[in-house]
Antibody, heavy 120, light 108 residues
Framework: EVQLVESGGGLVQPGGSLRLSCAAS????????MNWVRQAPGKGLEWVSY????????YYTDSVKGRFTVSRDNTKNSLYLQMNSLRDEDTAVYYC?????????????WGQGALVTVSS | EIVMTQSPATLSVSPGERATLSCRAS??????LAWYQQKRGQAPRLLIY???TRVTGIPARFSGSGSGTEFTLTISSLQSEDFAVYYC??????????FGQGTRLESK
């Protein structure tokens, strides 16, 4: 069974940093593209970042470029999101999401999410 | 960036009736469109990809159609567990991958 379990969420002040982790199991992690998708309270879904298995291709949505860094450790079956210079508008549930085998843009498995609250 | 627009924002339908949800892309996305269902307090779940291909295990009452810029998700006979928020998403031209704002399907 595919499982994605996020951790590391919490309350942080504006300008602060936080690192999210996602532990993957039930599939060969090193074969799949991975993503972070977020959802602000009461709002819709927003794609945040994408990384391929070799980490040679990485994408970000414009609003987080230069502040967020995605990484992965295939030996630990783990995905990470380092978030710096956090803003109020980064408050959201952050989902770890697997891209499907047929197309990395199809999000076939989602974690339960980690809540990040940016507030003073 | 491709903008995805869903309509209506909220749809009220009685159990057993048909629901039709619409999604429009600001430019052609071919058939590279997916639909997700999100129930309150849960993560989204992939229902349909390739505009019309149901994920294994998704009931046949869910069907998707369309190509280019106009897409439809139809639920043929609503069950109580189908009341949720539905999102469309394009993966034709990215980054960024973009979602519609969602349609809330509620019981009438």
């Amino acid at each position: 069974e595919v499982q994605l379990v996020e951790s590391g969420g919490g309350l942080v002040q504006p300008g602060g940093s936080l690192r999210l982790s996602c532990a993957a199991s039930g599939f060969t992690f090193s074969d799949y593209n991975m993503n972070w998708v977020r959802q602000a309270p009461g709002k819709g879904l927003e794609w945040v970042s994408y990384v391929i298995p070799t980490r040679t291709t990485i994408y970000y949505t414009d609003s987080v470029k230069g502040r967020f860094t995605v990484s992965r450790d295939n030996t630990k079956n783990s995905l990470y999101l380092q978030m710096n210079s956090l803003r109020d508008e980064d408050t959201a549930v952050y989902y770890c999401v697997r891209g499907s085998w047929s197309s990395g843009g199809i999000f076939d498995y989602w974690g339960q999410g980690a809540l990040v609250t940016v507030s003073s | 960036e491709i903008v995805m627009t869903q309509s209506p924002a909220t749809l009220s339908v009685s159990p057993g009736e048909r629901a039709t949800l619409s999604c429009r892309a600001s430019q052609s996305v071919s058939s590279n469109l997916a639909w997700y269902q999100q129930k309150r307090g849960q993560a989204p779940r992939l229902l349909i990809y390739g505009a019309s291909t149901r994920v294994t295990g998704i009931p046949a009452r869910f069907s998707g159609s369309g190509s280019g810029t106009e897409f439809t998700l139809t639920i043929s006979s609503l069950q109580s567990e189908d009341f949720a928020v539905y999102y469309c998403q394009q993966y034709n031209n990215w980054p960024p991958i973009t979602f519609g704002q969602g349609t809330r399907l509620e019981s009438k």
